[in-house]
């Protein structure tokens, strides 16, 4: 057990807890990865700058951010309790489609946004030809109105399998007495979602959205894929990349913004999570 323990331990030192080291050592610097580059200390200045002219765009990056992690948490999570409440039975067809909900899952994340960048190509996809039955066209992910929705629908679609997964699994730890004596007291079925099923659903709730928020809050590579961050979706994960990686190689800058999205997203998990846990201990009791 012990040998074990050892080996896990090490490999999460190694693989999570050394790089971030060497992550937040690197935004005190103005590292730039680039061969005979001298690299020099540079203190606080790639952190004072991310809210001034000296570089522009993290604050729209972090207005992005909201509207993205607000975006996929509402989509994502309502869709798969609509998804969790169709699927919950034990029907081969259930069980089929729960498979194919769950399929988004395990694809690659550039495998998605080919789909959908076929999906909704605007000269000859699916989508382009649906508009032009009414006389309408969009560039979708080239527009800057309809990037941000669309990148919030392709995530949403990924992960919702999962979410379904989550609530099936909380629907089925529901008493069925329960509503049974629902039935026998006449209450309706809208009632008995909102008074009884979201209620004892509490836990997979917390999961659920805590799980969406912190997947958002650091998704980029399907931002990447999809848009590469332009026409308003250059949200605070893809900005730290584009930084690090792109054509001005501030790795330095880059490894201070993913820094910032760190600290951001403890300030949001951390105060969302015993929000939750609260909820459910006043809920379940």
């Known amino acids: ?3 074990g323990l050892t080996v896990g331990l090490g490999v999460y030192v190694l693989f999570g807890v050394a790089p971030a080291i060497g992550n937040l050592a690197v935004s005190f610097t103005d590292y730039s990865g680039l061969a005979g580059s001298t690299t020099h200390f540079t203190g606080f200045v790639n952190y004072t700058a991310m809210a001034t002219t000296e570089r522009p765009g993290f604050v729209g990056a972090l207005g992005a951010t909201v509207v993205f992690v607000v975006g996929v948490t509402l989509l994502q999570n309502a869709v798969g309790l609509i998804l969790a409440h169709r699927l919950v039975g034990n029907t081969r067809g259930a069980a089929l489609m729960r498979l194919l909900v769950f399929l ?3 694809l690659g994340v550039t495998i998605v946004g080919l789909i959908w960048i076929l999906i909704f190509n605007p000269q000859a996809g699916p989508a382009a030809g649906f508009l032009g039955l009414f006389g309408a066209s969009s560039a ?3 527009s800057s109105g ?3 929705p669309l990148v919030i629908l392709v995530q949403s679609w990924q992960n919702v399998g999962f979410s379904a997964l989550v609530f099936i699994g909380g629907l089925r730890a529901i008493n069925p007495e329960v509503y049974e004596a629902a039935a026998i007291d006449g209450i309706r079925p809208w009632r008995r979602l909102t008074s009884i099923t979201f209620p004892l659903l ?4 917390t999961v659920n959205v805590l799980l969406a928020v ?3 809050f650091t998704t980029y590579n399907l931002i990447y894929v999809l848009t590469d ?3 308003g979706t ?3 994960g893809m900005l730290a990349f584009t930084s690090a990686f792109g054509s001005s190689a501030d790795l330095g800058y880059g490894a201070a913004v993913s820094v910032a999205l760190f600290v951001l997203t403890l300030a949001v998990a951390l105060p969302l999570l015993a929000l939750l846990r609260r909820r459910e201990r006043r809920l379940l009791v």
Not at 202 to 205: D, E, F, L
């Open 140 to 142: 979708f992910f080239g």
């Open 214 to 216: 912190v997947g958002s």
């Open 234 to 236: 250059n949200t605070l």
């Open 104 to 106: 988004p899952v395990v």
């Open 202 to 205: 509490a836990p997979s709730v």
């Open 146 to 148: 309809a990037a941000m």
């Open 1 to 3: 057990m012990w040998v």
């Open 229 to 231: 961050g332009q026409n």
